[in-house]
C-alpha cells in the first residue's frame, strides 16, 4: 500500500506532461513508420486548418484584436497539449506526430508575429528577434534531421513557448505592457534552448562520426 501512492502521482505527472524524464517513445524514433491516423495527429491536423482561419480573421478586423481570431489563436496554441495528453493516455505515438508538432508550434508563432507585426501590437523589435529564433530553430531542426539526428526539447524549450504563446495571445486581445515582458521572457528562454540544440546536435553527430570511424578501423 506504502508504494501505490507515489506510483499513482507519478502516473498522473506522466500523463499530464509535468515530468518528461525518460526516453521519448519508441515509435516516435528516426526510422519508425509514420502512422498518420492516430488521435493525436488528427488534433494536429485540426491546428493546422486552424491556423488560416486564424489569419483570416485577424487581417479581416480593424486592428488585430478580434476576439473571435484570438479565440482561434489560444485553440491552435493550446491543441499542442492536447495532443500530447491524449497521446500519453491512448499510447498512440507516431513518428509523424514527432515530426509535425514542432512544425506546427513554429507555424502557430509565425502566424501570431505575422499579425502582431501588421497591426504594431507588440514592439517589432521584438517581434524580428523573435522570428530569428523560431527560423533559427527550424533551421537547426533540419539540419539534426539531415545527419540523422534527433535534436530532443530540452527543459528551456518546452518553458519558452508558454510565455511566448500568452505573449502572443494577450497582444491578440488587450494592449498590456504584460505582453512584451512575456515575450521578453520567452525569447531569453528560446534564445538559450536553441544554443543547447546546437550543442547536443553537434555531440551527438561528432559521438556518431567517431564510433563510424572506430568500426571501421577495427574491420582493417
Not at 486592428?63 to 493550446?78: K, N, S, T, V, Y
Not at 539526428?149 to 508558454?162: K, L, M, P, S, T
Request: charged share 15%; net charge neutral; aromatic share 10%.
Amino acid at each position: 500500500m506504502g508504494d501505490a501512492a507515489p506510483f499513482g502521482k507519478g502516473r498522473v505527472r506522466k500523463l499530464f506532461g509535468l515530468d518528461r524524464s525518460g526516453a521519448e517513445p519508441a515509435p516516435t524514433r528516426a526510422g519508425q513508420p509514420l502512422r498518420p491516423f492516430t488521435l493525436p495527429n488528427l488534433i494536429g491536423y485540426l491546428r493546422l486548418i486552424g491556423i488560416p482561419i486564424f489569419l483570416v480573421l485577424a487581417f479581416n478586423s480593424g486592428d488585430g484584436r478580434e476576439p473571435l481570431a484570438a479565440l482561434f489563436f489560444f485553440l491552435i496554441a493550446g491543441g499542442d497539449y492536447v495532443d500530447g495528453f491524449l497521446a500519453r493516455v491512448t499510447g498512440q505515438y507516431s513518428r509523424l506526430g514527432a515530426l509535425m508538432d514542432p512544425v506546427i508550434d513554429r507555424l502557430t508563432i509565425l502566424s501570431g508575429i505575422v499579425v502582431c507585426w501588421h497591426f504594431e501590437l507588440l514592439p517589432r523589435w521584438l517581434l524580428a528577434l523573435l522570428l530569428i529564433r523560431e527560423l533559427a530553430t527550424l533551421l537547426l531542426a533540419r539540419w539534426g534531421l539531415s545527419h540523422g539526428v534527433d535534436i530532443e526539447v530540452n527543459w528551456f524549450g518546452r518553458v519558452a513557448v508558454f510565455p511566448v504563446m500568452i505573449s502572443l495571445l494577450l497582444a491578440l486581445l488587450v494592449d498590456t505592457w504584460i505582453a512584451t515582458a512575456l515575450l521578453i521572457l520567452g525569447i531569453a528562454l528560446g534564445v538559450i534552448a536553441t544554443y543547447l540544440y546546437a550543442r547536443v546536435g553537434r555531440d551527438q553527430i561528432q559521438a556518431g562520426q567517431t564510433s563510424a570511424a572506430a568500426e571501421e578501423s577495427a574491420q582493417q
